[in-house]
């Protein structure tokens, strides 16, 4: 145990030393280099923590904030707030538990083709979070829909957050509500349309299929299985 907290106290000293050098030179070995004399870290031990260097901290500063925004979010009281408050509310934590500078160089980062899709992975295991922490217990196809709507409204929201210069980001939260009303209106038109007369005659190919997905048990299952 001693060892395994002596190696998180590591990973956290060279993170937090690389935060005071990705402003100006990216998530990249440069800062990664940098990061490591600042740390006071082993070099050894800081590439066997962080094998990609600068790719590995961006992910790492990632995780960190979902960390960051599920211990926030315990702390609040979400009885009153109607649902897709309390998604705005995560939502808004996350942002304010990151620096808007890394972010973007992040972003830069994971916009690249070689880091796109390890990139869309940590927007989904973002939405992942803050459903799982909301409570979320779907286990069949709404899981993949509720996190994929939630990654897509995340994923815009970030980036209007990026480009945001209004006092307090004001602009993104109202933007933020805009995106959420948008998914609520969706999921009425579908509840809808699944009561209309003829639906479950039509979709009984298809949803008996459907009704074979079941969620992932955990990351090494990604992207879920079929049951049966």
Do not use: C
Not at 195 to 207: I, N, R, T, V
């Amino acid at each position: 145990m001693d060892s395994e907290n002596s190696m998180e106290r590591a990973k956290a000293s060279v993170l937090q030393a690389a935060t005071m050098h990705v402003a100006f030179d990216g998530w990249s070995e440069a800062s990664f280099q940098a990061a490591i004399r600042d740390s006071g870290v082993n070099p050894g031990l800081a590439r066997a923590l962080f094998p990609r260097g600068g790719v590995d901290l961006a992910v790492a500063y990632h995780q960190q904030g979902d960390r960051a925004m599920r211990a926030a979010l315990a702390e609040r009281d979400l009885a009153a707030l109607r649902f897709r408050d309390r998604v705005a509310l995560a939502i808004r934590l996350r942002l304010e538990a990151a620096d808007k500078e890394l972010v973007r160089r992040g972003s830069a980062l994971f916009a690249l083709p070689p880091h796109a899709i390890e990139g869309a992975g940590l927007i989904w295991a973002t939405a992942d979070a803050i459903w799982t922490a909301l409570g979320d217990t779907a286990r069949d196809l709404n899981w993949y829909s509720k996190r994929a709507s939630l990654s897509a409204v995340y994923g815009a929201t970030v980036l209007f957050w990026l480009g945001d210069t209004s006092k307090d980001n004001a602009a993104t939260w109202a933007f933020l509500d805009r995106r959420i009303e948008n998914v609520m209106q969706f999921e009425k038109l579908k509840a809808g349309a699944q009561k209309a007369p003829g639906f479950q005659a039509l979709m009984k190919g298809p949803l008996k299929i459907l009704e074979r997905i079941s969620a992932p048990k955990g990351a090494a299952d990604l992207p879920g299985k079929m049951k049966g």
